[in-house]
């Protein structure tokens, strides 16, 4: 989960649509301004290129109207993920990643060992019930909470597995000084799209680089400011 900009304004096709009986949220171009605004990936999660996809409303409408058509009010989501948030009354307050006053990185930690089976630990910096909320909330979408969801989980995180793996292979070869000069600038730019909001799961990427001196020290100006 990052923080992400949402595009304005809205799609005009909301407020037609808004105005009828039985209208349709997923209008027009609501979808692919979506798509496009949250970079192909579900808000909660991250993972890119989603097969199944939620047109989420992050506040439930519960037959409201205004809530309903809301742009603001519209997400990319994973069927999992939304599901997932579905399950307990809690996750209707959570950390809302199109507000600039939500930040993300610097209320939850995100960390994920690059080995076959581990589970994702993510921790909130503050004690706050929306930030504690949203951790309760991750926890579940990456490791579980049925047996179901268990296997869903699992296949995210491996995904996410094989997205630090690759990742760890370009800090490891950036820092190899068997690599000619134009061999690791190439490598760089590698690691700044690594580090990209388009990218798969980037506050795991984020969180590696926030906390090693080095790392920081060399890529910090591809972290979001």
């Excluded at 960390?111 to 921790?123: N, R």
Aim: glycine content about 4%.
């Amino acid at each position: 989960m990052i923080n992400i900009v949402r595009s304005q304004p809205e799609p005009k096709c909301l407020e037609i649509e808004k105005s009828k009986k039985d209208g349709s949220y997923a209008c027009d171009d609501v979808e692919l301004r979506l798509k496009n605004d949250f970079h192909n990936k579900c808000y909660l999660c991250e993972e890119k290129g989603i097969s199944t996809i939620n047109i989420e409303h992050f506040k439930p409408h519960k037959g409201n109207k205004d809530l309903k058509f809301d742009w603001n009010n519209l997400f990319w989501s994973s069927g999992h993920c939304n599901n997932t948030k579905l399950a307990k009354k809690e996750f209707d307050l959570i950390l809302n990643c199109t507000d600039p006053k939500h930040k993300i990185l610097e209320m939850i930690r995100f960390e994920i060992k690059p080995f076959p089976f581990e589970e994702a630990k993510i921790t909130a910096r503050f004690d706050e019930p929306i930030i504690q909320n949203t951790v309760m909330l991750l926890q579940m979408i990456y490791n579980g909470s049925t047996n179901h969801k268990e296997i869903e989980g699992a296949n995210i995180r491996q995904k996410l597995i094989e997205e630090i793996r690759d990742f760890g292979v370009l800090l490891s070869d950036y820092f190899d000084d068997t690599y000619l000069e134009y061999e690791k600038n190439e490598i760089k730019q590698r690691i700044r799209r690594k580090l990209s909001p388009q990218s798969a799961f980037t506050a795991f990427k984020i969180c590696i680089v926030q906390e090693n001196n080095t790392l920081l020290k060399e890529f910090s100006q591809f972290l979001p400011q």
